[in-house]
């Protein structure tokens, strides 16, 4: 019986062609700037060019890490292919406060925007960090990558390359 309801499943799941290639980038979610202010998940665009969406914390090493290679090359990136990156920190209330003097310590350059309750991790399906996710002009996520080591990142762009092709 389980074989047959887990067959069901996966049939249905291949009709309605639910996959994570073409899920959405979720509009409504709350979430905040670095000055508090709310705002809803659907302030994240950019002009029908690719978007990176990077899920971070201030505590986890890799990424930083791959924030601060990312930065490196960041203006090269949006000159070539004019794709914009947008870090979501899941720090809770309890370290929000910290994530402002972290960015602009660092000088990331990117959209930075505070996900205190992890809403938007949760319609996402962020489990490990950093979860990177490439969005294209439709809103659709064509891509994802958890956890970072140097040299990710030349995956990242090559993936936003061929989104141009």
């Known amino acids: 019986m389980k074989k ?3 067959t069901i499943m996966l049939s249905l799941l291949a009709l309605t062609g639910l996959n994570a290639q073409n899920a959405k980038l979720p509009q409504g979610v709350n979430l905040k ?7 809803l998940s659907s302030v994240i ?7 990176i969406v990077s899920f971070w914390a201030t505590w986890c090493k890799p990424c930083n890490l791959e924030l601060n290679t990312i930065k490196d090359v960041y203006q090269e990136w949006q000159e070539e292919t004019g ?5 979501i920190s899941i720090d809770d209330a309890r370290s929000t406060n910290r994530v402002k003097p972290h960015a602009e310590g660092k000088k990331w350059p990117y959209e930075i925007y505070l996900d205190p309750n992890q809403d938007m991790k949760r319609a996402m399906n962020v489990g490990d960090i950093p979860h990177t996710f490439i969005i294209d002009g439709n809103g659709e996520i064509v891509y ?11 995956e990242l762009i090559e993936k936003v390359r061929e989104l141009l092709k």
Do not use: M, S, W, Y
């Open 144 to 154: 994802q990558h958890t956890t970072f080591v140097e040299g990710d990142e030349e």
């Open 4 to 6: 047959l309801v887990f």
């Open 45 to 51: 665009q950019n002009d029908g060019r690719p978007i």
């Open 33 to 39: 700037t670095l000055d508090g202010q709310a705002v």
């Open 83 to 87: 794709v914009k990156l947008v870090a």
